[in-house]
């Protein structure tokens, strides 16, 4: 008995021992050569309030053997007092590992990477919490005051960045650890990238002119205004994004404007009884969605109505499409995690990974 318990703390000793050291190379990406420098681009203009700037890095693509650039762009939090915290690469004994972004109450290690616009290697500077309203930075974010009033001004002091440098440690990389406190943030509860930002990865990943071999490390698109609109949102300088968060085709404001729903081809595994359950589960989730969309677009038909009923000038209607096309958002990315959870949960287990 006295063995046996020996060696039950000795295995949790290791697994103890092996958690530490695998604590900030949680990401099964793993290469030899390191990512470009990080390119200089100008942030655009923030779409909104409750948008969070997110910064552009240089991703991987193991079928083409090359890095591709995912421009920054500005994300809806995913709720009230939660911040992002960027992916990062670092050298981990003979290769680079890729380290995910992703959501908290603080803001953690992401490898003393300058990324800008708040994001100086250490914390965050461009923005805080008050309560479920976010206030922005203006010294080192691109705000329209017009239409975005919770904003202050500080000044940050920051040495002058020669180099662009885009990994932590091994030859030529930022030398910086994480402290103990950032240690205890990474273990703290945290939100994976939401779709929007998935799919804007994955947009970029199948951009060719966003590959390293193609641009050498400078992308035609460094960043954009939302997630996704790497053509929709060309322009990149502060002067040709001053209207970007004005309402126009391609921007989703109401939920009529919303595409209709991609449904997935019928499923066709052999098993009868499963592929019919998997439609009847689709049919009854895309009417319930029908249903949120049309409920939230009656609400947005009564706020236009008050509006003309109160004779608005153009500067009020124009805040209220803001809050509109921030609602229609929300409500598009609360359906594709609804659609994502429910093919996850209808997969055969024959095929669950």
Known sequence: ???????????????????????????????????????????????????????????????????????????????????????????????????????????????????????????????????????????????????IHNVYNTTIVRETVINRVSYNGGNGGINMRPTRVQEEIFRERHIAPVPAQIQHMQAARNDHDQRASMNHGRPGVAAVPRPGELHANPILSREGARESNVPRPGNSVHPRDLPSHERPAPPNTGNAHWDQKYRQQQDKMYAKEDQQREKLQQKQDHDHEKLERQHADGGRKQEVEQKHGQQTQKLEQKQMQQEQRMQAKMQPHGERR
């Open 1 to 147: 008995m006295r063995n046996f318990k020996a060696v039950r703390i000795l295995l949790f000793a290791f697994v103890m021992l092996a958690m530490s050291a695998s604590l900030f190379a949680q990401i099964n990406i793993a290469i030899r050569i390191g990512p470009p420098a990080l390119p200089v681009y100008e942030q655009p203009l923030c779409p909104g309030e409750g948008y969070i700037w997110t910064p552009g890095y240089w991703a991987y693509d193991y079928y083409v053997n090359d890095y591709y650039w995912v421009p920054g762009t500005w994300v809806l939090a995913p709720q009230p007092g939660y911040l992002w915290t960027p992916a990062y690469w670092g050298w981990d004994n003979d290769r680079f590992i890729f380290h995910e972004g992703y959501w908290g109450p603080r803001v953690g290690f992401y490898g003393g990477i300058n990324y800008g616009y708040g994001y100086f290697g250490n914390g965050y500077e461009g923005g805080r919490w008050d309560h479920d309203r976010f206030f922005y930075n203006r010294s080192v974010n691109n705000i329209n005051v017009v239409n």
